[in-house]
């Protein structure tokens, strides 16, 4: 047995958001959805190609076709939707500090190859959010996050993309709305990369107090609370803490939405495991 199987209690959290299995129809009957879960959990921690899959959790194509299903139904969106939404229920979203932040994935040969003349740089940054940057050929994840390091939306664009473009996309990718007082943050936190007029203006009609330093060439924020700056760091070690899953951390799906629904589906097992 795996030790990244699911435990009892994240299988009872997530059962009943799966399809029935089929059982009744003719044909040979359907793995367990848990053993294939959890194949799919082996390749997401270990990073090894689906074909590699040890037996014990069926025939590779059996746990890769069912993920295809899943993702193309959106299921681990559906999933991670539902958990934030019960930990807004529940008053365990901390609304004190929200943190933005970005982060680059190296895309691997697998993901990154394409026929010459397929498609354009641009036409591949927009369908697969890959692009050339420092790193290489690379993905970039933008996120939002609580004040404890809560994953509240995530968005993907080709690594070349800067984070400042993407704020407005990954604040209101949020699932939590912010439309409503009540379910907005007292400060945002961010890092100069997010610097801009823009961004502070968005952040002052939402009557948020932004807490991002100012550029060498800025003029000083004299207002600018050093203290809850301090306490960003939820976002980098939210963000360390998926990249300890291989197929995160690097970026082995040619497909975004297969990439996506993988970094759901950490999410997915960080917030069942929050303590």
Not at 146 to 168: H, K, M, N, W, Y
Not at 169 to 198: E, G, W
Not at 213 to 231: C, G, L, M, V, W
């Amino acid at each position: 047995m795996s030790r990244h199987n699911l435990t009892d209690s994240e299988w009872n959290a997530i059962r009943r958001f799966l399809p029935p299995q089929r059982s009744k129809k003719p044909g040979r009957p359907w793995k367990p959805h848990r053993q294939v879960i959890n194949g799919i959990l082996y390749v997401l921690r270990t990073g090894i190609q689906w074909q590699d899959l040890p037996a014990e959790f069926g025939k590779h194509k059996t746990v890769y076709n069912r993920f295809r299903r899943w993702v193309k139904s959106g299921l681990w969106q559906r999933i991670f939707e539902a958990l934030v939404d019960r930990l807004l229920k529940e008053g365990e979203i901390d609304f004190e500090l929200w943190c933005v932040d970005g982060t680059i994935v190296r895309a691997h040969r697998v993901a990154s190859g394409a026929r010459k003349g397929e498609l354009t740089a641009q036409e591949n940054a927009e369908k697969h959010a890959l692009g050339r940057s420092r790193g290489g050929y690379s993905t970039k994840l933008h996120f939002l996050t609580d004040g404890q390091g809560i994953p509240l939306s995530v968005i993907a664009t080709a690594g070349q993309r800067g984070e400042a473009p993407e704020f407005e996309n990954v604040m209101q990718a949020s699932q939590i709305k912010t439309f409503r007082k009540a379910n907005r943050p007292d400060a945002l936190a961010a890092d100069k990369a997010y610097s801009s007029h823009a961004i502070r203006d968005y952040i002052a009609k939402l009557d948020v107090e932004d807490v991002i330093p100012t550029r060498s060439n800025e003029a000083r924020n004299e207002r600018f609370d050093k203290a809850k700056y301090k306490q960003r760091n939820v976002v980098e070690r939210a963000i360390g803490w998926l990249k300890e899953y291989r197929r995160i951390a690097t970026r082995y799906e040619k497909n975004i939405e297969n990439y996506i629904a993988m970094v759901h589906l950490g999410i997915v097992r960080m917030i069942l495991n929050w303590n």
